[in-house]
Structure formats: C-alpha cells, structure tokens
C-alpha cells in the first residue's frame, strides 16, 4: 500500500513571498490533517478535513495560511505572505476510518520550509 | 484543549539497559495514547497505542502503562539497541467523532554502543 505522499520536500523562500505545499492521503482515508513541527518541538495540529470538509482549523493562522482538500483526495496548504517564524516541517497525515474512530494516522516525510 | 508534557528531552543510556519516557495529559476526556518513534529527517511512525479501558500494553521489548487517575503514561523500551535512537513523542487524543492527537515536546533518545 503507498502512503502518504507530499511535495515538495524542502523549500526555501525568502519572507513575505508565498508557497504552497501538496500532499496525497493514503487511498480510501477520509481524514487528512497537516501538522506543523517547528524544530525541537512535537507536531502540532494546524487542519483537519473530513472528506472535503473541515472539522477543526481552529489553530490554523489563516490571516497567513490556508488549505483545502476540494475532492476529497488531495490537499493543499498554502501560506502567504510567509514570516521567518514559519519555518518548520509541514507534515501531512491521513486516518482511515471514517470520524477517526480507531485509525492509525499515517504521516507523511514532511515539506521542510525555511523562510530567510 | 488538550495539554501534553513529556519528560526528559534527552536521554542516554548504554546497550541492553531500559528506558522510561513520562508524560502527562490535562483533559481527562482522553482516552486515547500513541507513541510515535522519529528518526532524524523521517515520519512519525505509530510504535505503540494504549485505550483507556487497558492499563499496560506490550510489544515486544516495548510496553506503555497508563495511569488514569493520575493522568500519566509511560513508555519502556527494554534491552535497548543502537537502532532504538530517535526522537519519540507521546500524544493523547479523545477517540470521538473527529479524533485529533496533541503530542509532548518529545525525548531525543540515544542508545550508547
């Protein structure tokens, strides 16, 4: 079975320009989330979808970041404009049960972002 | 929301001994513990869960104890390996409609040859 896929895996930006980050659930998963892991740190919840809606994006800065999941399937993170303090790892995961339930989440390699 | 502490951030220990990670949750709706083992530059990866209705679990060299009433959970590799280095991370997460894991700070772990 392929996991979860995300592009690209590094980037490096300059602050204030944007960037966008792609990610593939396992097939069948209905729950996607993207975490943020700053270096040092445990990841932390930035969105969850179920399906192609959202059910917590309380933590999710959205003055700078957003996200959709518009089929379902795929997601996009995009953040703009970036600040230095956004560099970190941005880590997908997906759940396979339907309303979390007993699923595993299964993580994705990460897109590191460096801003400068 | 949910609050995580994990303890210590480093650990060292010599081939063959044990090792014990702590942590601690706020909400005592949890229900829900995984660990997750992180090598340097790749993905968080489930190595242990434990529900509420258990108190230990085992796998292996790898157990988990959860103490409810306390609001603490334990991690215990024993015999440890020089593969066993790498950052591990606790998390707790309520197992509802929408389950989301909050996770500790994590323990560099280092297994000394």
């Known amino acids: 079975e392929a996991g979860v896929a995300q592009s690209p895996r590094y980037k490096i930006i300059e602050k204030r320009q944007s960037v966008a980050f792609w990610c593939n659930p396992i097939?069948?998963?209905?729950?996607l989330y993207w975490y943020q892991q700053i270096l040092g740190q445990g990841p932390k919840l930035l969105i969850q979808?179920?399906?192609?809606?959202?059910?917590?994006d309380s933590q999710l800065p959205k003055d700078r970041f957003s996200a959709e999941r518009l089929k379902g399937v795929d997601s996009t993170l995009k953040i703009q404009p970036a600040k230095l303090e956004d560099s970190a790892v941005y880590l997908c995961?997906?759940?396979?049960?339907?309303?979390?339930?007993?699923?595993?989440?299964?993580f994705g390699e990460g897109s590191r972002l460096t801003v400068l | 929301g949910e609050n995580v502490e994990q303890h210590p951030s480093t650990l060292s220990v010599q081939e063959g001994d044990s090792a014990v990670i702590k942590c601690t949750y706020s909400?005592?709706?949890?229900?829900?513990f995984p660990w997750y083992k992180q090598e340097l530059g790749k993905r968080p990866q489930l190595i242990i869960d434990i529900r509420s209705n258990v108190g230990e679990k085992k796998d292996q060299r790898i157990a988990v104890t959860l103490n409810k009433t306390a609001k603490h959970f334990s991690l215990h590799i024993t015999e440890t390996q020089p593969e066993d280095s790498a950052v591990y991370f606790c998390a707790a997460a309520t197992s509802g409609s929408a389950r989301q894991l909050t996770f500790g700070s994590g323990t560099q772990l280092t297994v000394l040859p």
């Open positions: 909400d005592s709706a949890s229900n829900y």
């Open positions: 097939s069948g998963h209905a729950t």
């Open positions: 995961a997906s759940s396979g049960l339907a309303g979390g339930g007993t699923g595993e989440l299964f």
């Open positions: 979808f179920q399906n192609n809606g959202v059910v917590d």
